[in-house]
């Protein structure tokens, strides 16, 4: 367990819409950890693709975290303050040959079903108007999950070389979200089940950038009566202000965390402070999801 003087978690949100009952789990169960360490909670705007931007959605985020009862420490840090720094890092990552352009078209890869089969692997194309793939290594990553357990995952056969800068220039997720943890000294990821695919591309960045592994806790998302998780691409409700009280103690209980009838007419804040103490991340259910009927 980090010790509380050690402990620095964050929530970053995209604000391609505005925050829903699985945004509510996935920053409540990191607020809860990160407090009930004594330890500092950031947040940061996951703001890298202006195109699919909703207006309006960071300042619904930031409103939406403020009447739910959220403190953070410190201001809050927008990727898209950053970009001159992820350019830097690809351009030492091209150079040092762990990554290349490609100028392999979608209708080209099709067939191989998201794995790369490496056409511009070695063709020495210019970095102009081409995406910016990492080099993968024939090798499996893992790591043990604080929740999920034992995850591994081989790059080579499983992801295979992947993309850190799209064609139209836009940062992909995978390179900011490792840079932005490691200069933020983050050593607690708690986020939702969906990204812990992503986990080994991201251990893999933090070796080769040299960067600190942080430990890893993925809650489970809450799915739908169709099977899709609740997401703004579902048109999943947002959170309104007069609903904070009885979808945190419904997001609490989701966690598996105990709550009381007492709590029922507290203000937000009032049930972060009785849940801090009580927080138990050993608790939270050991799924990937969990059905949104299923909970009380």
Not at 168 to 184: K, N, T
Not at 260 to 270: K, M, Q, R, S
């Amino acid at each position: 367990m980090s010790t509380p003087a050690s402990y620095i978690g964050r929530f970053a949100p995209t604000p391609s819409g505005y925050l829903h009952f699985g945004s509510l789990i996935a920053a409540l169960a990191s607020y809860l950890d990160a407090r009930a360490a004594g330890g500092r909670w950031l947040l940061r705007m996951e703001d890298l693709d202006p195109p699919r931007e909703m207006p309006g959605a960071q300042t619904g985020i930031l409103q939406a975290l403020e009447a739910y009862g959220f403190e953070w420490d410190g201001h809050m840090v927008r990727q898209s303050e950053r970009l001159d720094i992820y350019n830097a890092q690809i351009e030492r990552l091209v150079q040092e040959g762990h990554a290349y352009a490609c100028t392999c078209s979608r209708k080209q890869l099709e067939p191989f079903n998201g794995l790369y089969p490496g056409f511009c692997r070695d063709a020495g194309r210019a970095t102009h108007d081409a995406a910016i793939r990492l080099r993968v290594p024939d090798r499996q990553y893992g790591f043990s999950d604080r929740v999920q357990g034992e995850f591994h995952q081989h790059l080579g056969r499983e992801v295979g070389d992947f993309v850190i800068r799209r064609r139209d220039g836009l940062i992909a997720y995978q390179l900011a979200v490792v840079l932005d943890d490691g200069w933020q000294g983050i050593t607690d990821i708690v986020r939702g089940a969906d990204l812990l695919d992503s986990t080994p591309r991201q251990l893999y960045l933090q070796q080769l950038l040299d960067l600190a592994q942080p430990r890893y806790l993925h809650v489970p998302l809450i799915t739908q009566p169709d099977g899709h998780k609740l997401g703004k691409r579902y048109r999943s409700p947002p959170l309104l202000p007069a609903e904070a009280t009885p979808l945190l103690l419904r997001a609490l209980r989701a966690l598996g965390q105990p709550t009381t009838g007492e709590l029922n007419d507290a203000l937000p804040a009032e049930v972060m402070s009785w849940a801090i103490p009580r927080w138990d991340a050993r608790r939270i259910p050991q799924c990937r999801t969990l059905p949104e009927a299923q909970l009380v």
